[in-house]
């Protein structure tokens, strides 16, 4: 059976997103390559300035609303009155009938582990409290089947190398793909889009291609998805984390291997490593995807 298309999938060309560089290579010939564009993107909330995040540039109103939703600046149940994207001024503004004051909120600042500078306000493990995820299913076929498809897919990462990149799925069918070059924008994207569309997460799993942080942890669990899984490895903080949360953490999925460190009970072995491919050469010769 063909996997349905993406419902948002990376541009590869899109002429804004990379440009051609002039070099040399390891032998002193000329050569070109691409490399990923990164701008600033100011973010506001109503009339306060929230943050400035280095982005490449793709979905700056998806990328706010995750943001805001994700550091608790923007509720689930607000009523957002507009969303104004400036390209010229390189802001955006995102405007809620309920009136907002962060001035507080914003003196507290985490530098967090993500690249590009990734930052947090507040209290990290705000909203935490009293979480309890949707207790989902989760199949080894479907892990096998995501990773195939999801790896394979064009992207700047396979262009251009540099970036990250983070899938919504349901089940064994990816849904959409962002790419940035910090792994926590491609989770805001995400995280906007969910908000928009108003979907939910309890059906759905996070898949990035960056490390397993408390970040990561943090972000996916406040999206209410029960299961994050990625190429790349764990830290310390994430697993705890993850299984005082109660999610399902996948990290190390590379070809027919993974590691699960939290969550196992969710697993249901319906497919053996031999349903899993062999790590595709193309993401082989750039070295570990997503890493940072």
Not at 54 to 83: C, H, S, W
Not at 96 to 106: G, H, S, V
Not at 130 to 141: C, I, K, N, V
Not at 251 to 271: K, P, Q, T
Request: aromatic share 6%; net charge negative; hydrophobic share 40%.
């Amino acid at each position: 059976m063909t996997t349905p298309p993406f419902l948002i999938a990376p541009n590869p060309d899109d002429p804004r997103l990379t440009r051609a560089v002039e070099g040399v290579d390891h032998e002193g010939k000329p050569v070109s390559a691409r490399v990923v564009m990164e701008r600033p993107l100011t973010i506001f909330l109503n009339s306060q300035e929230i943050v400035t995040a280095m982005t490449i540039g793709d979905y700056p109103e998806y990328l706010a609303l995750g943001f805001l939703l994700n550091q608790g600046m923007l509720k689930r149940d607000d009523e957002v009155t507009g969303i104004d994207f400036d390209e010229e001024l390189e802001t955006v503004v995102v405007r809620t009938a309920r009136a907002t004051d962060y001035e507080e909120k914003l003196k507290k600042k985490t530098r967090t582990s993500g690249c590009a500078v990734g930052t947090v306000f507040g209290d990290m493990m705000e909203g935490l409290e009293g979480l309890t995820l949707p207790a989902a299913e989760l199949r080894t076929s479907w892990l096998y089947k995501l990773s195939r498809a999801i790896n394979t897919a064009p992207s700047l990462y396979l262009a251009a190398g540099a970036i990250h990149g983070t899938v919504l799925c349901r089940q064994d069918r990816p849904l959409v793909y962002m790419e940035d070059v910090g792994r926590h924008n491609a989770v805001d994207k995400i995280a906007g889009w969910m908000f928009a569309e108003g979907e939910q997460g309890a059906d759905k799993i996070l898949y990035t291609t960056g490390r397993l942080t408390s970040e990561m942890v943090i972000k996916c669990a406040q999206m209410g998805i029960p299961v994050l899984a990625s190429r790349s490895g764990f830290t310390a903080w994430g697993v705890e984390i993850a299984r005082q949360v109660g999610l399902t953490l996948i990290g190390r999925m590379r070809g027919r291997r993974f590691l699960c460190l939290s969550g196992a009970e969710r697993i249901v072995w319906d497919a053996g490593p031999e349903a899993g491919e062999e790590e595709d050469p193309r993401l082989m010769r750039k070295g570990a995807r997503g890493a940072d």
